[in-house]
């Protein structure tokens, strides 16, 4: 497997929440808005990659038969240093994430990735491995904190839980184009607000996993009626030449 | 310490605040152990187990321990520490003691470290009911109230939800939502119900 192989497996082919189901609870929990769940991401992506690296480096001095917990401790070292750094310099996400910052230890994706991919091979690829798998973790709740986020209220915030780059929350919302024609009217009152209540995490996540699993079944039957069509091609290939033998035999006897 | 705390502690942990359908801890074994009801029965009842005593274990070590030296940073790693070991050591004295009981729990117990509902709940105590004001007992009591609370709440729960799933098995469904999609619809709708009973407190 080459370095880009290896980098890019996470975000679809081996993406953790949509092809293995792993860490469902934040992303269930944290998703109720676009920032909470890119600001989860992130903080994955610190944790991943360090512990993979770490782990990679230790592997030769760890006993076989304590490697579990020495991987949490690892992994809760690490989880201890990103929650102090959240609540120093984003205290809007520590506050709104709250319990899930030290629940990322017990995140099976990143135990998972420990044992099953940085125990045993070298520091550059397990690095690598660490931020490629994180990067699909954050892809994937941001697609799902996007989707709640944008049926919930009508649009995007950045800015609120995340005081980067701009000075006050900036949105971006279907108010745009509603005020062109009607400036009584907020889409916001007009939202699912289900969907940003822990039913709609449910519901959203069920579409999206149906959705792939849907495109998963058609290509599925495509290749199935692929198959089957090559295989009467052949049929119809070995019938001609049986005939075409047949009447050469029957031609050379008369 | 009374009845009255104790009937609170319980009733707001288990129904309105449901570990599951509300605070979405304990997924990975919601979705993964509720095929069969009897395995969703051994799993609750094994998380019951460990939630009572790590939460009690886990707020003695914050009060006495971690408190008094001034290293309350440090509480995420203890307390995965205390779960991990305590998870073992349940392990052995339930071998040891009881083969039956170790028969009908003993292969969900590894399985419960990485559960995050139990460092949840352990993690939860220290934020909503430990503070300086709190003595120490009366504290610890609402903590293991809670923690069996919440242990009762993930039995109800993820037993309702196998039965479900176990009738979703003969049921036609469109192939692309066969398995884990029309099982999350299930639960958002049964995560519906449960917030019709949020404020009854």
Not at chain 1, 27 to 42: S, Y
Not at chain 1, 218 to 232: D, G, L, T, Y
Not at chain 2, 107 to 130: D, F, H, M, Q, R
Not at chain 2, 165 to 192: F, Q, T
Request: aromatic residues 12%; neutral net charge.
């Amino acid at each position: 497997m080459s370095k880009k192989e290896n980098f890019l497996k996470g975000f679809f082919k081996e993406n953790p929440i949509f092809v293995f189901l792993l860490g469902m609870c934040p992303a269930l929990a944290v998703t109720a808005t676009f920032e909470t769940a890119l600001g989860m991401g992130l903080l994955v992506i610190f944790v991943l990659t360090g512990s993979n690296i770490v782990v990679s480096l230790l592997r030769k001095y760890i006993p076989e038969h304590v490697r579990t917990p020495s991987y949490i401790v690892i992994i809760a070292t690490f989880v201890t240093l990103v929650e102090m750094f959240t609540e120093a310099f984003a205290f809007e996400l520590y506050e709104s994430l709250g319990i899930f910052i030290p629940l990322i230890v017990v995140n099976c994706l990143i135990l998972g990735r420990a044992e099953s991919f940085a125990s045993k091979n070298n520091v550059v690829d397990s690095a690598i491995d660490g931020l490629g798998m994180a990067l699909g973790f954050t892809f994937a709740l941001v697609v799902i904190g996007s989707i709640r986020e944008f049926l919930a209220t009508g649009g995007l915030v950045w800015g609120e839980y995340l005081p980067f780059f701009v000075d006050q929350p900036v949105s971006l919302s279907l108010d745009l184009i509603i005020h062109l024609f009607d400036d009584s009217i907020t889409i916001r009152d007009f939202g699912l607000a289900m969907f940003s209540l822990p039913p709609g995490a449910f519901i959203a996540l069920a579409f999206i996993l149906a959705y792939f699993q849907f495109k998963k079944v058609r290509k599925e039957e495509q290749e199935a009626a692929a198959k089957k069509a090559w295989i009467e091609q052949k049929k119809k290939e070995a019938l001609a030449r049986k005939k075409a033998k047949a009447l050469k035999e029957r031609g050379e006897a008369a | 310490m009374s009845f009255t705390v104790f009937a609170t502690a319980i009733i707001s942990a288990m129904l309105i605040n449901n570990v599951i359908l509300m605070q979405f801890l304990g997924i990975c074994p919601f979705l993964g152990v509720s095929k069969k009801s009897s395995s969703a029965l051994g799993m609750s009842a094994a998380v019951l187990f460990v939630m009572v005593i790590a939460s009690a274990v886990t707020y003695t070590l914050y009060d006495l321990v971690l408190y008094q030296f001034n290293i309350e940073y440090i509480s995420t790693i203890a307390f995965i520490l205390v779960i991990a070991s305590l998870v073992q050591f349940v392990e052995m004295v339930i071998k040891r003691y009881s083969t039956s009981l170790y028969k009908s729990l003993g292969i969900y117990l590894p399985l419960i470290t990485t559960n995050c509902a139990i460092l949840g709940v352990s993690e939860g105590n220290i934020a909503n009911i430990w503070g300086a004001t709190v003595p120490f007992g009366e504290g610890l009591f609402i903590a293991v109230s809670t923690a069996i609370g919440t242990g009762l709440g993930f039995g109800l729960v993820i037993f309702a939800f196998s039965s479900i799933r176990e009738r979703l098995e003969a049921a036609n469904v469109p192939k692309a939502w066969r398995g884990v999609p029309i099982s999350l619809i299930v639960a958002g709708i049964m995560s519906m119900a449960f917030f019709g009973l949020v404020g009854v407190i």
